[in-house]
Structure formats: structure tokens, C-alpha cells
């Protein structure tokens, strides 16, 4: 009660928005996710360690490629991927170095054996430096590809609260890596289904060639790609 009679107005407790609408989110999802399942080096290695290797280590040997991307994501929220965009010398250091790793990775499968067949379930300790390796490959792929960082760089910031530009970032983020290993777990899948189709043998070789044909000629196709101006 206030000295004059009057009641005191009670203290008013504001409830903060949500750092994204529901309609924005549901707009979010199905174009992230087709960014997430388009056909790149990436995504091709998960086809080709899935038809190699199986489904569980193809999708173990992703979380290198998680790792690379939530690095980007960070990077493009602090705003540095703005100035990679910005730096000629910087966007070039990193897609030149990609290419390289794509084009040396491509030798790699033209010349890779055909894998034994060997049964999904199979699995030990002796597999543990070859998951490292695997996800060192997919790391070295994704980290490689400033194209990433610029997707980053200018998709999410349609979709960003400025009210709560960390949260909602954060929110999109999380998002991202979620749908990814979704589309991880598909293409590994793809993989593993080729390999059940092809039984080992020529038909493996040809597709160990094919996937470093299509991987030497995503480096050639970075090679050509030129910083937004």
C-alpha cells in the first residue's frame, strides 16, 4: 500500500519471446534439410565408406564431418565468415587446399582394391584406426570447402532472432548437425544397399572408380567457384 491509499501496482514479470516463430522454424527445416541432402564430396564419401565399409562405420567415420561443421558454424556466428567472404587471399588458401584434398582423395579411390565382402555386424579393435582415418577424411572434406562457411554465412542470418541472435544461432546450429547426421545415415545407408547390389568383386572396383571420378571432379568444380563479391 502506497502512502497516498493507493494499492501498489504488483511488479510485472515479462516473459521473453521464443528466439524463433514456429512458422520460421517450420520454413527452416525442409530448406536445411535439402542443403543437408544435397549431393557433395561429403555426402559422396558417406556413400562410398558405406558401400566400403557398412552403414555403422560409414556413419562413425561422419562425426569428422560434424565436427568441421559446427567449427563453420561458430566461426559464421562470431561473424568471421563474413570476413572470409571479404578476403580474397583467406577464401583462396582454403578452396585451393580443398581442391587439392579432393583431387588426392579421388587418386586414392581410382587406385583403392575392391573391398571383401565382409558381414555388417563385423567390427573390433582392429577397426579403430581405420574410423580415425575415416573421419580425419571426412574433417579434411568439409573444413576444405569454403563454400560451407559462406552457406552459413548467409543462410542462417534469414533466420536469426536479433533479439536473440545467440539462442536462435544456437537453435539453427543444433538443427543443422541434427539433419545432417540424418542425411549421413541415408547416404551410408545408399552405400550399403550398392554393396549388397554389387556383392564385391569388378562390380566394387568400378564403383571405387567411379567415386574417385566424381571426387577429383568435385575438386575440379571448387576450383572454379570465385568469392562473392
Same mark, same amino acid.
Given at each position: 500500500? %502506497?502512502?497516498?491509499?493507493? /494499492? ?37 564419401? &558417406? ?19 560434424? +565436427?568441421?561443421?559446427? *567449427?563453420?558454424?561458430? *566461426? ?10 571479404? &578476403? ?7 578452396? =585451393? ?5 579432393? +583431387? =588426392? ?5 581410382? %587406385?583403392?582394391? /575392391? ?16 574410423? %580415425? /582415418? ?8 568439409? *573444413?576444405?570447402?569454403?563454400?560451407? *562457411?559462406?552457406?552459413?554465412?548467409? !543462410? ?11 539462442? &536462435? ?11 545432417? +547426421? ?9 552405400? /550399403?544397399? +550398392? ?10 572396383? =568400378? !564403383? ?22
Amino acid at each position: 500500500m %502506497r502512502r497516498d491509499g493507493r /494499492a501498489q501496482n504488483p511488479r510485472v514479470f515479462r516473459v521473453p519471446a521464443p528466439t524463433m516463430t514456429l512458422a520460421a522454424y517450420l520454413l527452416f527445416l525442409p530448406a536445411c534439410f535439402a542443403i543437408n541432402m544435397a549431393f557433395g564430396p561429403n555426402n559422396l564419401l &558417406s556413400v562410398t565408406n558405406g558401400a566400403r565399409y557398412g552403414i555403422g562405420p560409414a556413419v562413425a567415420a561422419a562425426g569428422g564431418r560434424l +565436427v568441421a561443421f559446427a *567449427i563453420m558454424i561458430v *566461426i559464421a556466428g562470431v561473424g568471421m565468415g563474413a570476413l572470409l567472404a571479404a &578476403s580474397a587471399l583467406a577464401f583462396s588458401v582454403v578452396k =585451393w587446399a580443398g581442391v587439392a584434398y579432393l +583431387v =588426392w582423395l579421388g587418386i586414392k579411390l581410382l %587406385r583403392a582394391p /575392391a573391398p571383401p565382402m565382409a558381414s555388417e555386424d563385423a567390427g573390433g579393435a582392429h577397426d579403430v584406426p581405420a574410423l %580415425r /582415418a575415416l573421419a580425419r577424411q571426412e574433417f579434411g572434406v568439409a *573444413i576444405g570447402n569454403p563454400k560451407a *562457411i559462406l552457406v552459413f554465412t548467409a !543462410f542462417f542470418p534469414q533466420f536469426v532472432v536479433a533479439d536473440a541472435y545467440a539462442l &536462435s544461432y544456437l537453435q539453427l546450429g543444433v538443427t543443422f548437425l541434427v539433419l545432417e +547426421v540424418v542425411a549421413i545415415a541415408l547416404y551410408a545407408l545408399l552405400g /550399403a544397399r +550398392v554393396r549388397r547390389l554389387a556383392r564385391g568383386g569388378p562390380a566394387m572396383r =568400378w !564403383f571405387n572408380r567411379a567415386s574417385g571420378a566424381m571426387m577429383i571432379g568435385f575438386g575440379l568444380l571448387l576450383a572454379t567457384v570465385r568469392r562473392p563479391t
